[in-house]
């Protein structure tokens, strides 16, 4: 079985009109797009904002959880 490369990323900035820049290993392709619910518990990640003061664009909110997505990595609860 060939590896796939993948990761995930997340970004939560404080300040007005910030701008985010990253390096990839690619061009984007949008059939490959995936991702997955940026405050999924099993991730363990502790936002400094909420649920309901978030800003989250319509895309983000519907994402699943990891768990709910065994294609994309391998994933064993820890939970």
Request: aromatic share 12%.
């Amino acid at each position: 079985m060939m590896a796939r490369r993948a990761y995930a990323h997340g970004y939560c900035t404080l300040e007005d009109d910030t701008e985010v820049q990253y390096k990839t290993t690619d061009f984007y392709s949008p059939a490959h797009d995936r991702g997955i619910a940026w405050n999924d518990p099993v991730l363990m990640i502790t936002w400094p904002v909420t649920l309901e003061t978030a800003i989250v664009s319509d895309r983000d909110r519907a994402l699943s959880r990891l768990a709910e997505q065994s294609d994309l990595f391998e994933y064993a609860s820890v939970m």
